[in-house]
């Protein structure tokens, strides 16, 4: 596994533990029908959920900076591997650059998908791959909503 690919990983792994701790694991609290007002929390409960809280932001933020640094490293390095290629490829390596840096990753895609179907060398296929990889990871939930979308208008609801 590329140290790209680690760091994304991770980025997600940490995500993930944020947002379960923030929405409580999805657990919601009945309001109870006979009390007025809710009964207080212990202090030292919520100053500890606040901690942990806060360490997982710190925590998912640090990892996510150090996958964001490794992506623009790659696509960096990626345009440097294909400066000697024909100015057609090099073009759009440039375009397929621009549009991840802009998140205009159904753009890039075919750009890059495109470049693949020259000859590389093994450092250019290896750097095309990990950015193929992390744009078609960012396409992979807009993909998902919209199969959902299309389901729930399909299906005939209150009917």
């Known amino acids: 596994?590329?140290?790209s690919r680690q760091y994304?990983?991770?980025a997600s792994c940490f995500l993930a533990v944020a947002s379960l701790i923030l929405?409580?694991?999805g657990q919601q609290q009945e309001p109870s029908s006979s009390a007025a007002a809710p009964a207080p929390a212990t202090s030292s409960g919520q100053q500890d959920v606040a901690a942990a809280t806060q360490a997982a932001k710190e925590a998912a933020s640090e990892v996510v900076d150090?996958?964001?640094a490794v992506a623009q490293d790659n696509l960096d390095r990626l345009v440097q591997a294909f400066?000697?290629?024909d100015a057609a490829t090099l073009a759009n390596v440039k375009k397929a650059v621009a549009a991840v840096r802009e998140a205009s990753?159904?753009?890039a895609l075919p750009l890059l998908q495109q470049v693949a179907q020259?000859?590389?060398t093994p450092e250019q296929n290896?750097?095309?791959q990990d950015v193929i990889d992390m744009v078609s990871k960012h396409l992979a939930p807009a993909d998902a909503n919209d199969a959902v979308s299309d389901l729930k208008k399909s299906l005939p609801l209150g009917q």
């Open 8 to 10: 994304l990983h991770l």
């Open 1 to 3: 596994m590329t140290k």
């Open 105 to 107: 990753f159904a753009d």
């Open 23 to 25: 929405t409580g694991c």
């Open 83 to 85: 400066e000697q290629a």
């Open 118 to 120: 020259q000859k590389l």
């Open 126 to 128: 290896q750097l095309l």
């Open 66 to 68: 150090q996958a964001v």
